[in-house]
C-alpha cells in the first residue's frame, strides 16, 4: 500500500481526481490514519489561506475607500518624532 503525496490529496480536494485514482484515494483514506492526517492539514492550509486571502480583500477594499490623505498622514506623523528627536538638544 502506498501513501498519497500532499500534491495528490490537494488534488482530491479540489475534485481534480476522477474515476479509479479518486476511489484508491477514498478507499485509503479509509484506512490511513498518515494521510487522512495529510489531508486534514491541506484542509487547515486551505482555511488559513482563504482566511488570509479574505483579510486583504477586506484591507484593500477599506484603503480604497479612504480618502487619500488619510492613508498618506499617518505614515508621515509616524515619522515625525524620529526627525524631531534628531535636533533635540
Ligand atoms: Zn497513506
Known amino acids: 500500500m502506498r501513501h498519497f503525496t500532499a500534491q495528490e490529496l490537494d ?13 484508491q484515494i477514498t478507499r485509503h483514506l479509509k484506512v490511513c490514519e498518515a494521510c487522512r492526517k495529510q489531508r486534514e492539514d491541506c484542509e487547515r492550509d486551505r ?5 488570509v486571502r479574505q483579510g486583504i480583500e477586506t484591507h484593500e477594499a477599506y484603503v480604497k475607500a479612504l ?17 524631531n528627536r534628531r535636533y533635540e538638544h
Not at 488534488?11 to 476511489?23: I, S
Not at 490623505?69 to 526627525?83: G, H, I, M, N, W
Open 11 to 23: 488534488a482530491y480536494l479540489d475534485g481534480n481526481v476522477n474515476g479509479l485514482k479518486r476511489w
Open 47 to 51: 482555511a488559513f489561506l482563504a482566511e
Open 67 to 83: 480618502p487619500v490623505t488619510q492613508v498618506v498622514a499617518p505614515s508621515l506623523s509616524s515619522r515625525a518624532p524620529l526627525l
